[in-house]
């Protein structure tokens, strides 16, 4: 009688460490995702009742502003066409030593 080695067996699938491996793999970029989201503190972006503002390419030509808030996202693109119209002046902005913008609303009269 002959005995059973290890490398002798027919039932041994090579590839089952594969599978394995996939699984880790799948876990790992779940998390990796999960990592990245709440590093950037944006969780809004998956939940159906968040508001978020993002500000792509800021000061450039090409900047837009994505809002989303709820189920509805609204894109701006910032474009190089002058306004003109009539209107009511709202407040006034400044720009700071340290670059920041700040606006100051008038009081009402």
Do not use: C
């Amino acid at each position: 009688m002959r005995r059973a080695r290890k490398w002798d067996r027919e039932d041994d699938d090579p590839a089952a460490g594969l599978l394995n491996l996939f699984d880790i793999w799948l876990v790992f970029a779940v998390s990796l995702l999960l990592a990245m989201l709440t590093y950037y503190r944006l969780p809004e972006l998956v939940t159906s009742t968040g508001e978020v503002t993002i500000v792509k390419n800021p000061g450039e030509p090409d900047m837009e502003v994505i809002h989303k808030k709820g189920q509805e996202v609204e894109t701006l693109k910032m474009s190089d066409q002058k306004l003109s119209g009539e209107g009511q002046r709202l407040g006034t902005a400044y720009r700071l030593k340290s670059g920041k913008v700040v606006y100051v609303p008038e009081g009402k009269k």
